[in-house]
């Protein structure tokens, strides 16, 4: 401010906080890159899983050809175990663009622990040392194996990567009773896991963005961020929550708390089944619907192997041409989602236009919580679905559960 003759006798100044409106604009930009992310990821699930699909069922075949040659098992358990580890990748990915969908069934944590150890033992470092280590009266806890299985892994590379000249890494599990001053969401019975490593230590300026979506501190093409904050979303679905020890230079702990139930331990279906323990069936016509060529000969492999007939269907006008002709004897459609001229939930509503009672299994590489199914009609009414890429067992088992004969729930893939 200004005299008529020019001295300055004053200053004006307007400051704004914009502190906020940048956090929300943060937000904002977050909240797109997670939709582009969803909408990315969508789209190629499903091609990916209809590659990953055939070659897990083919491992069954061939296991089932060589049952006496142990060297051949052992490489086959393992191409399996990788064909599922890029199923898991592609889950992640889809966890995040489309929230996380939970199966819940009774399991036995100590089980998952013994499977991260034999992954540990098989890929990691020989100049990691692994030890596992868990009360013998474990608790149970409810919720989908698979994806407490993607927590541990997730948790035990982030351990593998923290260590470079190599260490040691602890899985130790353990029941714990919480109250209410432990700051966890609803006290009583919990199972605590604990992966502990020897490595480097998280900064203390990281340690309050580590869970963040996309934050990652190693290299590019090293990580893409999402481990930590999936494998928190996982233990929120689950009703239970991660907490996190470290000292730099001395190593990490981090401690997954998942609430127990208390009571004996469920007794779970063995993790390589023989060809004498898959249902067979008694020479019912399976139509087989699926654009995906390999997908539909493996499949018809698989079921023609263990008792069944099948008809090959490419796409929703074909299975309704097919099932007018057959109806009588098609005990089950076996369906893709996702298909050229005619997709799934089309199908679907024509087939039961022909037969209300028709019994039928849904597929798809994206999920049985796509948009895809979210958007059809009455959800396409589907009882039994089955996400790619499965197994024969998860196969066999799901179709003898749809005609009666198999009590026990189909296997998750």
Not at 54 to 81: C, F, N, R, T
Not at 96 to 103: C, K
Not at 148 to 173: E, I, S, W, Y
Not at 212 to 224: A, Q
Request: aromatic share 4%; charged share 20%.
């Amino acid at each position: 401010m200004r005299t008529p003759d020019g001295r300055v006798i004053g200053h004006l100044s307007i400051n704004l906080d914009l502190t906020e409106k940048k956090h929300l604009e943060a937000q904002f930009m977050r909240a797109q890159r997670m939709e582009s992310i969803g909408i990315l990821a969508g789209g190629i699930a499903h091609d990916l899983n209809n590659i990953l699909a055939p070659i897990l069922m083919s491992i069954a075949l061939l296991k089932l050809k060589m049952p006496d040659h142990e060297g051949v098992q052992k490489q086959l358990d393992q191409l399996a175990a990788n064909a599922q580890r890029g199923a898991s990748l592609v889950k992640q990915v889809l966890s995040f663009g489309r929230g996380v969908d939970v199966q819940h069934v009774l399991m036995q944590p100590k089980h998952i622990g013994r499977e991260i150890e034999q992954i540990v033992a098989d890929t990691f470092p020989k100049n990691i040392t692994f030890e596992l280590s868990f009360s013998h009266d474990l608790w149970p806890v409810t919720g989908d194996p698979t994806q407490f299985h993607q927590v541990l892994l997730n948790l035990c590379v982030n351990a593998r990567d923290a260590m470079p000249g190599g260490g040691k890494l602890t899985l130790h599990l353990e029941n714990v009773v919480l109250d209410d001053s432990s700051g966890a969401p609803r006290p009583g019975p919990y199972v605590r896991t604990d992966v502990t490593d020897t490595g480097t230590g998280i900064p203390p300026e990281n340690r309050e963005r580590i869970f963040e979506p996309f934050f990652t501190t190693k290299d590019l093409g090293r990580g893409t961020g999402l481990g930590l904050s999936t494998s928190r979303a996982i233990a929120k679905s689950h009703g239970g929550f991660i907490t996190v020890d470290s000292t730099v230079g001395h190593g990490t702990t981090f401690h997954v708390f998942l609430p127990a139930d208390p009571g004996p331990a469920p007794t779970l279906p063995e993790l390589n089944p023989t060809h004498h323990d898959l249902p067979r069936g008694q020479n019912e016509l399976i139509l087989i619907v699926d654009d995906e060529e390999m997908i539909r000969e493996i499949a018809r492999s698989a079921l023609e192997k263990f008792g069944y007939r099948t008809l090959l269907a490419q796409n929703g006008t074909e299975a309704v041409a097919l099932y007018a002709l057959h109806r009588t004897a098609i005990a089950v459609v076996i369906t893709d989602m996702a298909m050229p001229v005619m997709d799934g939930p089309a199908t679907i509503l024509a087939l039961r236009t022909l037969n209300p009672a028709v019994k039928i299994i849904g597929s798809s590489g994206q999920g049985a919580g796509s948009l895809l199914l979210a958007n059809a009609p009455e959800n396409a009414g589907l009882t039994y679905f089955i996400p790619k890429p499965y197994t024969a067992e998860t196969l066999l088992r799901t179709l003898s559960t749809v005609l009666g004969r198999d009590s026990r729930p189909p296997l998750a893939p």
